[in-house]
């Protein structure tokens, strides 16, 4: 084996959990796995570290369901802005890591260091060091080093990032959890700095609980004695069992309400509700800073004019698929990786205020075409597409949101399937290869909306390809271009910035 960067990503996808076993899981009811932690310290220290060693990194955690990558990206952005550089001349940071799932191209782009994704030899040679110690811990017990001798996908990537920091001397790591909090991977972290939680709502209920309540305990379980601990406004339920978790914990809890200088500030991420993610994370990278006994961070910065630093960051901060806009001829794509019904529902508002935004006297967005491109893995297709319907409606305003709606699998090319960083073998492939869901989505959207133009297609690129079509097709007649909301999963939208960024990879 070369070990080069593709023969690490044909390792990695060795270690996914597959369709059937995360289907047993589902249906067995038993949740989240208690002993999660205890085996995740098992494989910590087959891998040559004690949870304790990774207090140098003077870990920020970051939990909750809507925004947990967006509001992990403003913080790295904004204290990368106390890294040395010109602007900067008293740094009092050297190294920030910041460890995000699930990722949109590149697998990579999950562990960066200073808001870059590990190249792919860094990738290759952590990910081969981090393989190669579980498999001598394999071979001094006596075991087979198959893939056994390994944790799974997610856990391997979490450990595999702790590791990457520590070596390169990283002295701030910015770690979003995963599912939940209480038995997340990401759990094993004794001693952060601050704790965030972010916007709290229904998801990932086999394995949390289908009440808010039931969710929120999970997410609480990150908050740890000594830590400041950051959340935003939530529902009632919700933040009853935070505070209730919070003084269980011994910790202080504070509510963070939206900053009055962002209305003044130009967001690195579109969309009004990014003010939310951006005000949290002001709150916790403050004080983090403070923490390290950074001067000059105002005590209250949550009433305080913003250090120049802090506007910085937040109006440089980039993430990439979401609240995203791409534009080519006759058409403009809006792009947002959102998967819950909730945050589905704030993309949608986010599309219909681009839609008021870019029309006028003469182009009346009535008569442009809307697209929506969407897929999303779940089987009770009827019910979901109810439910995206509604949503789109109340959200746009109009009993008839899209006037052609494509369903599409996450399969991203006609000829060579995925690319090996997309490669997912969580969905049941008989659904996959039949697009029973993307059917399912369409025959339930004809009963509701007669009038929406309907396609099912078994590729994101066939997807594209067919509003190009319509988008030329209906260019010298159209006032303004076709508007397309990509939306439904990050996985979707990954495929479909390949797909969109292909010719010029040619």
Partial sequence: MVRNYNDAVAALN???SNFSILDAIRKSGRGMN???IPEMLEWCRKLGYEPSDFNDLKPIHIAGTKGKGSTSAFISSILAQYLPSPSQPSPCLGKIGLYTSPHLRFVRERIQINNQPLSEDDFARYFFSTWDRFDKAAREAGLPTDASAKPVYFRFLTLMALHAYVTEGVDTAVIEAGIGGEYDSTNILVQPTVIGITSLGIDHVAMLGGTIEEIAWHKAGIMKPGAAVFTVSQPEGAMQVL????AEKGVDMHIV???PELDTITLGLAADFQKTNASLA???AAAHLRALGRTGIPADITTSSLPAEFKRGLEQVQWGGRCETRREKNIAWYIDGGHTLESIEVAGKWFASQIVATSSEKQGSAKRKRVLLFNQQKRDAGALAKALHKTFSDAIKDERPFTHAVFCSNLTFTEGGYKADLVSV???SKDVEELSVQRGLADTWAQI??????MVLRTIEEAVGWVRKLASRE????????MVLVTGSVHLVGGFLEVLEAPAQL
């Fill in 449 to 454: 909306d007669g009038e929406t133009e309907l």
């Fill in 257 to 259: 309400e939206r900053h």
């Fill in 14 to 16: 060795t270690l996914q």
């Fill in 475 to 482: 260019g010298e007649g159209q006032e303004g271009d076709v």
């Fill in 34 to 36: 208690k002993q999660a």
């Fill in 243 to 246: 505070k209730q978790r919070a």
């Fill in 426 to 428: 969580n969905a049941s």
């Fill in 282 to 284: 002001i709150s916790v």
